[in-house]
């Protein structure tokens, strides 16, 4: 465990490896690859490896066998800190679109970037704006574009998984595409919210068997979120709880 001044130090130089690299992926993005999502991409892989060993992080990533091939998907991760986003450009290839809460984009340079990027800003305080979202999104899976979304719509204080947001669901009626369950684990213990220190670290990332709603599209809007809802939600659970008692009993055995 890192001593307090060293771990600010530490956190100092990740946070600015954060800053200087997404401000350069912006004027490249902006300047020079406008409009190339594959170069875009690369630049957040690059962006993403460099947390991930300034931060020492080690990323332990289980089930990329399950992620669909030539197939537009919903990924839906669990949200427990910042650094939840570059795990997902470490843990998932290919090009996707994130869905985030509108906030963000008002951040200096994350903003910005986001905008380059054509990242999806949800209006949650206004029904009329989020409905606008809501068909932007399913018009957009609908040109092949998959989308990544936190179904808590916040990062939790805790390991505990917090009640989804019905909006992650309502547009699936629609757009009828599969969800990818990612399960992450320990990223919270690397950086809690409302902190911005940085500790080194093993995060757990379980990417789960696609989930399909055929069955139940002929439900109405609240019924059909409610039952897709639970299915994400119990897939998640599961695989999180286990995954915590093995870390605790991992944990046991290094002391």
């Not at 805790?158 to 595409?177: C, G, H, I, M, Y």
């Not at 990332?205 to 809007?221: A, E, K, Q, S, W």
């Amino acid at each position: 465990m890192l001593k307090k001044p060293m771990r600010v130090a530490h956190s100092i130089a990740w946070w600015a490896d954060w800053t200087a690299i997404m401000l350069l992926g912006l004027i490249f993005d902006s300047l020079v690859w406008r409009g190339n999502r594959k170069m875009y991409r690369r630049v957040e892989n690059f962006w993403a490896w460099t947390l991930m060993k300034l931060g020492g992080i080690k990323l332990e990533i289980a089930g990329s066998e399950n992620l669909p091939k030539n197939e537009t998907v919903v990924y839906m991760a669990n949200h427990q800190s910042d650094i939840d986003w570059p795990i997902i450009f470490m843990a998932i290839p290919g090009l996707y679109l994130f869905l985030a809460k509108k906030e963000l984009f008002d951040v200096p340079v994350f903003g910005a970037y986001m905008r380059i990027q054509k990242y999806i800003p949800i209006e949650r305080d206004s029904i009329r704006k989020s409905f606008k979202t809501y068909k932007d999104i399913v018009a957009l899976i609908e040109s092949g574009n998959s989308i990544v979304i936190y179904p808590e719509g916040t990062r939790s204080y805790n390991k505990e998984l917090q009640k989804f947001k019905s909006f992650s669901f309502a547009f699936l009626q629609d757009a009828r595409v599969r969800v990818v369950p990612v399960a992450i684990n320990g990223s919270i213990d690397i950086q809690r919210k409302g902190s911005h220190l940085i500790a080194p670290g093993k995060v757990k990332v379980n990417i789960l068997p696609p989930i399909g709603f055929d069955d139940i599209y002929n439900l109405g809007t609240k019924e059909f979120c409610s039952a897709a809802s639970n299915r994400v939600r119990r897939s998640l659970l599961d695989v999180l709880e286990k995954s915590e008692v093995i870390r605790q009993a991992e944990k046991i055995v290094a002391v």
